[in-house]
């Protein structure tokens, strides 16, 4: 079960998820950061880190309520770590109470039980702690060979609901804390708890609800654990939990991440001994867990428990035989591919690290090594595109081919316009060369009026300008870039163009002109044909009028027949 999921779209090439998890169970899969799950240990510690809020610890308060709408018997086990929270810890007990949960006891309650068991292991040599899920499940998948350490007993939370399953078998058994890996210890449980919800989770949901914690007033749990049973979500929580004889042999006490690592790293080597070590994922314990509702650091959340842990105590606890509250573990060793170094090497060099040199180790990408990295490219947990230092190098490069390679000239100047930089199309439009102005003032290539006006006014200025000592016609654009201080000029030769605009001008005028000629040729011809065709027709005239004539005169009659013309 991955109980840790990325808001798509919200995820944004910082790879601080990466840099921050031990690990590196985190793959990146089109720029977006996806938890690994067969090598998560489910601490949510990426959720707490990301400044985009992409990750997030699945909420499961939906359960909680549909078993609040049934009217359900739901019993809480609440994690003594709520000592910690901001508000008053009480409020939260009222709350729940006034949202319909029929019982509420403090985990604590049994944690003198799990303590005195943990001292009598002391022949695992060193027997390691295992009320931290998070712990477990670092040793189970990535320390297999060190499984043996772990001490056979279920956690607090597992014991204290089968305390509640034992007494109240119907209800409904919640446990509220700050872990996140609790949710997966439940699926391994799934018979003694029915739901675990963090903090965040539960101060949600209550909002949901519409409580209103100014109109409570604070409730004690049911059952409370004692002063010392209370310190348990502490690092050295175990061991001042425990309120039996003095500590014999030695006890390592390590909390944090990288430090629960090392130490598993050294023990792995043999290079470390002692009786009993007391290891917590997160730092400072569960007070550094990643369900907490506020940002506030692990001292301060300290100093507030230390502060109530004496404010109320219940006296009698259950008692439990051994046998009640073992457990057993799986080793569960990672079967990942082992890229060969050929592999290595050929995704180093596609990212630009040909020789040793190139690996700069630089950490950007959340590996601490770029070898780190190039294997994990290898294995699809990483693209090549994350190494940020090859990404710029690759975006100089191409600029700089842009820059060298376009027609366009450009010139760059500093904000009293001297010169920083020509590239070659414009020194081929002014005939210099760079060495000659750089440095220097514009105003001895060019008049920098248009460079002084982009600077005054703030925003672009466009328009052309003939520089007759080079026959040159160009169209201008020029703009300041504030936050590097520059003023940059980017010049199309227009020359051609204008020339060429110009020839079709006198060409068009050329066109109409003799456009004109013809029409006027074509109309005076026309005239011409017009006066002949009417001449013609009158001689027509007369000679048909004196042929009618003559064949009326040859009819005999004399008489006209009075033909009509």
Not at 216 to 229: E, F, K, N, V
């Amino acid at each position: 079960m991955n109980v840790i999921q990325t808001c798509s779209g919200q995820c944004r090439d910082c790879y601080k998820c990466v840099r921050s998890c031990p690990l590196k169970a985190i793959r990146i899969n089109q720029s977006q950061a996806e938890v690994i799950t067969e090598e998560c240990i489910h601490d949510g510690l990426c959720t707490s880190i990301c400044p985009q809020k992409a990750k997030e610890v699945i909420d499961e308060w939906f359960l909680m309520q549909t078993w609040l709408q049934r009217k359900e018997e739901i019993i809480i086990s609440l994690a003594p770590s709520y000592l910690g929270l901001k508000d008053e810890p009480n409020y939260l007990v009222s709350a729940l109470y006034r949202s319909g949960v029929k019982r509420i006891e403090e985990t604590a309650w049994v944690v003198p039980e799990i303590s005195a068991h943990y001292w009598q292991a002391e022949n695992l040599n060193p027997a390691l702690t295992s009320a931290c899920p998070a712990l477990v499940r670092l040793v189970e998948v990535h320390y297999p060979s060190l499984v043996k350490h772990l001490v056979p007993i279920v956690s607090p939370m597992i014991l204290h609901a089968r305390s509640i399953r034992e007494r109240y078998p119907q209800a409904k058994i919640v446990f509220i804390g700050p872990c996140s890996a609790k949710k997966v210890e439940r699926q391994q449980f799934a018979s003694d708890i029915d739901l675990v919800l963090t903090f965040k989770e539960v101060f949600r949901g209550l909002e949901q609800l519409g409580i209103n914690y100014s109109t409570l007033r604070p409730i004690q749990p049911d059952i409370t654990g004692s002063a010392t049973a209370r310190q348990f979500p502490m690092d050295s929580g175990w061991r001042k939990s425990w309120s039996g004889d003095s500590l014999r042999g030695k006890l390592w006490v390590v909390n944090g991440f990288t430090a629960s690592i090392q130490f598993l790293d050294a023990l792995q080597r043999n290079e470390v001994d002692g009786n009993w070590a007391e290891l917590m994922i997160c730092k400072g314990g569960c007070l550094g867990g990643a369900g907490w509702n506020d940002e506030d650091d692990v001292f301060v959340r300290q100093s507030r428990l230390m502060s109530r842990v004496l404010s109320h105590q219940s006296g009698t606890r259950p008692s439990w035989k051994p046998k009640e509250m073992q457990r057993e573990f799986t080793p569960s060793p990672l079967t990942n591919a082992v890229p060969s170094e050929e592999e290595i090497r050929s995704a180093l060099a596609a990212s630009g690290k040909v020789f040793p040199k190139d690996e700069l180790d630089c950490g950007a990408c959340g590996y601490n090594t770029c070898r780190a990295k190039a294997a994990a490219v290898v294995v699809g947990k990483a693209e090549l595109e994350m190494c940020i230092p090859f990404m710029r190098a690759k975006a100089e490069s191409l600029s700089n081919v842009i820059i060298e390679t376009t027609p366009n000239g450009i010139i760059v100047v500093d904000n009293d316009c001297n010169v920083i930089s020509l590239n070659p199309a414009a020194e081929t439009m002014f005939e210099c060369q760079e060495s000659m102005y750089k440095g220097g003032p514009l105003s001895k290539l060019m008049d920098p009026e248009n460079f002084f006006m982009a600077k005054d006014k703030a925003k672009l200025v466009v328009n052309s300008l003939t520089y007759k000592d080079f026959g040159l016609v160009t169209r201008q654009y020029v703009f300041p870039v504030e936050k590097q201080n520059i003023i940059i000029g980017i010049f199309s030769d227009i020359t051609q163009e204008l020339r060429q605009t110009e020839e079709l001008s006198h060409l068009k005028t050329e066109t109409l002109q003799k456009a004109s000629e013809v029409i006027e040729k074509q109309m005076r011809v026309a005239q011409e044909i017009a006066g002949l065709l009417g001449e013609t027709t009158a001689e027509t005239k007369v000679l048909l009028t004196k042929l009618i004539r003559l064949i009326d005169q040859q009819d005999g009659t004399g008489d006209k027949k009075g033909v009509a013309l």
